[in-house]
């Protein structure tokens, strides 16, 4: 076996190993070698090369998306460090564990005037969960740091830093340890309700007929079918979910901003719910926030094991657990009560289906068309990634099969990475993907693109509307040569040279009989990877969109 001969990258490889965390994304570079070295010439290890360190830790967060594990990211010193610093903030907001092993020089060459050097020490400290900075030679106190990093990011779902300072020469190799690293256990998470909180709690359920639960960002496969079940029976509950909630049953409400939009400020009043339940990540509905900020619930529980946002401003309890164990603990000591709750709200729900199909038969060929048109096309059993901005949206909008996982990056809600999370994901699952994204966020992140890890069967529906579509439908639109160029990013570019240089299959459309055709070719290619480029109005998408809207009252 090789070994990098510099100690410090033997510790640091050999506690990697010890915890489980091998996959590795590394950016090409000098000072990196010795992590470099030791990570490639040990089997054990997942390596890959991604240049543009931006998407390699996207890339990074999409395989540990999928795998719930940490994955490290390792990059040179100077501001190839910086670059992860997107990634890195999506990972907090969406408890993600992703390692970054920066490369650095050593303290006494920082601020003097030495090539590619930084500040790099706690250079994440806003958003890190913790911060490992180590000295150069190898020793206990730097294997502290580096075990507490990696249990932080496996305990607390999240991105870690730890810097390791190198000293040239950085290339010398070894054929067997010169240290012998410590290894410290991972923390024990415990998840229970106390007895005092299950009386209090069912006390307030039991006696209230309005109760509301909103699920966020949520993993797949996450709550038990019984819970599922016990929810949907109690004519008290209604259950609002949204794409990337991963949660169906027949009677929940996954289409919220089309049950809500509509709404009189008398018809908020009576829904609004006495108890709100919220668990799984950040919500995408504006709607949804802003009546349940106006109406807000005399009581608002949050169930997660590590956080709670006060978003609504009237959050009054944290049950720090995981939300299935919550509702396996917490709902057999609950009774039905009757209410018209839950059967007002499916009454709702059943009219505004009939308004949406009714609506769908009047759209020009249009953004809207074409999610009526590629929802239903997208294979069974498979992943959909779906970029933010419009895309997530206009998703929201229409029922998404329950055997089709759905994933976006809705912890900042950045178009940044979309497209390189999305191939993570797809090369960790190893199952059919498909993206869907807009213009803007596409060419974006075009250089995920460059990367020797994407499947074949990896599929991007790409939706042109010539620019930003949403600012648009937002606030402000003013026809203008400023909203055009500063605004909504007017531009006549397209995805064909960009599939050719990375040999992708490329299929277009501009209209629903194209769009229906290319479709079929689109899925039938699984040869290489494949772009469905899709054409749309760009004057006419915002007027579809709102007059949808209008058209549910």
């Known amino acids: 076996m090789i070994y990098p001969k510099i100690p410090l990258a033997q510790s640091i490889i050999q506690i990697c190993l010890a915890k489980g ?48 594990k940490p994955v490290a990211v390792v990059c040179t010193s100077g501001s190839a460090l910086l670059n992860y610093y997107p990634a890195f903030a999506e990972a907090f907001y969406s408890q993600i564990p992703l390692v970054v092993i920066s490369a650095d020089r050593p303290p006494e060459k920082i601020d003097i005037g030495d090539g590619q050097t930084i500040r790099q020490k706690n250079v994440f400290a806003n958003h890190s969960l913790y911060n490992a900075n180590l000295t150069e030679e190898a020793s206990f106190e730097n294997d502290s740091e580096i075990n507490e990093a990696i249990n932080k990011a496996v305990a607390k779902k999240g991105p870690v830093h730890i810097n390791a300072p190198f000293e040239e020469p950085l290339y010398q190799t070894i054929s067997h340890l010169s240290v012998d690293a410590l290894i410290s256990p991972f923390d024990k998470i415990y998840d229970d309700l106390s007895v005092d909180d299950i009386i209090a709690f069912t006390n307030i359920w039991n006696t209230s007929e309005k109760k509301l639960i909103l699920v966020g960002v949520n993993e797949p496969d996450e709550i038990d079918e019984d819970i599922i079940d016990l929810l949907a029976k109690d004519t008290s509950v209604v259950v609002m979910t949204e794409a990337t909630s991963n949660l169906h049953h027949k009677t929940f409400l996954n289409n919220i901003d089309t049950i809500i939009t509509p709404f009189s400020e008398e018809d908020f009043e009576n829904f609004r719910p006495e108890i709100l339940i919220t668990f799984g990540g950040m919500v995408v509905s504006k709607r949804i926030k802003a009546f349940l900020r106006k109406y807000k619930p005399q009581h608002h529980w949050h169930i997660d094991s590590l956080r709670a946002y006060d978003t609504f401003g009237c959050l009054t309890k944290h049950f720090e657990v995981n939300p299935n164990d919550f509702f396996n603990q917490f709902l057999p000591f609950t009774k039905v009560i009757e209410s018209n709750y839950h059967s007002d709200f499916q009454k709702i729900a059943a009219l ?150 990375y040999h992708f299959e490329y299929f277009t459309a501009s209209g629903e009989a194209s769009l229906e055709s290319s479709l079929v070719d689109f899925y039938n290619q699984n040869d290489r990877p494949s772009i469905l480029e899709v054409f749309t109005p760009t004057t006419i998408n915002n007027s579809v969109l709102l007059d949808y809207f209008k058209h549910l009252t």
């Open 352 to 501: 505004r289906e009939t308004k949406h199909q009714k609506y769908l038969t009047t759209v020009p060929f249009s953004d809207f068309k074409v999610f009526e048109q590629v929802i239903p096309s997208l294979p069974k059993g498979s992943m959909l990634q779906l970029s933010n901005s419009s895309a997530i949206r206009y998703a929201q909008l229409f029922d998404i099969d329950p055997s089709i996982t759905v994933f976006c990056n809705r912890g900042t809600s950045g178009i940044d990475g979309s497209t390189s999370t999305a191939i993570g994901a797809a090369f960790a699952k190893e199952k059919q993907t498909v993206l869907i994204t807009g213009d803007i966020s596409f060419l974006y992140d075009s250089n995920a693109l460059w990367n020797e890890y994407i499947r074949k069967n990896f599929k991007i529906i790409l939706i042109n509307n010539g620019g930003g579509g949403i600012f648009r439908i937002l606030p402000g639109h003013e026809e203008s040569e400023v909203f055009n160029k500063f605004f909504e990013t007017s531009h006549c570019l397209t995805g064909e040279q960009l599939a050719k240089m």
């Open 21 to 68: 965390l091998t996959h590795i994304v590394i950016s090409p570079g000098s000072r990196n070698a010795p992590l470099t070295i030791g990570f490639v010439n040990n089997p054990e290890f997942h390596c890959y090369s991604i240049a543009d360190e931006r998407c390699a830790a996207f890339f990074a967060m999409g395989i540990a998306q999928q795998i719930k």
